[in-house]
């Protein structure tokens, strides 16, 4: 059972591109959690979606950003027109349940030049 | 809004000893609590899972105990080795949605 797999693992973007981060959840995971975790801070949630829904998007900027979990396909994280403070470590975690382990991806670094 | 802190920030020490790493987290109502490692330029590796009605939680030479009602939580390393060297993050789960929310971290050195 491969693990959770984000890519790319390493963005590089121009300030007010877009920038899609990718999430595949571990095998039988239906719970997908985003966070965001900026040089020398701690891990900020982003956004926690189940398929097709988002149940708790409280940590996501309102704008520029979204997030989406198809039905079929990996989960999405977007930021249209990136700033460079956007620049960060991206991780996805994905569970089977809400009380089960939260399994983490190996994080896409994004830099805004 | 959890809020979770993490004592010490940072701890350097010499191989085999004993370490007792601390959380508290200021909403006690929470579902569970985690504990992970991270590597430098790395994720996150799940350490151990304490549900809300656990006390304790044991993996080989690491053992964490809950204590709902204070809002703290401790890991305890026994016989520390230099492979035990990154930063030690706790995740309580709270609220609505039961999200994890992370303290800042112990970073830990272990020395030869």
């Known amino acids: 059972n491969a693990g959770v797999m984000q890519n790319p693992r390493h963005l590089v973007r121009r300030r007010g591109q877009e920038a899609r981060l990718r999430c595949s959840p571990m095998k039988g995971h239906s719970h997908v959690y985003w966070y965001r975790q900026l040089p020398e801070e701690g891990l900020k949630f982003m956004v926690y979606?189940?398929?097709?829904?988002?149940?708790?998007e409280s940590g996501m900027p309102k704008e520029r950003f979204s997030a989406e979990f198809p039905k079929e396909g990996p989960s999405i994280l977007r930021i249209q027109q990136v700033v460079r403070g956007d620049s960060a470590a991206y991780f996805c975690a994905s569970s089977t349940d809400l009380a089960g382990d939260r399994y983490f991806g190996p994080g896409t670094r994004l830099t805004v030049l | 809004k959890q809020e979770v802190t993490q004592i010490p920030a940072a701890l350097s020490v010499p191989e085999g000893e004993n370490l007792v790493l601390n959380c508290s987290f200021t909403d006690s109502a929470i579902y569970n609590l985690q504990w992970f490692r991270q590597d430098p330029g790395k994720g996150l590796t799940s350490l151990l899972l304490i549900q809300s009605s656990q006390r304790e939680q044991t993996s080989g030479r690491l053992n964490a105990s809950l204590n709902k009602s204070s809002g703290r939580s401790t890991l305890y390393i026994a016989a520390s080795q230099p492979g035990d060297s990154a930063t030690y993050l706790c995740a309580p789960s709270s609220g609505g949605s039961y999200i994890p929310t992370f303290g800042r971290g112990t970073s830990l050195i272990v020395h030869p």
């Open positions: 979606l189940q398929k097709e829904n988002i149940i708790d």
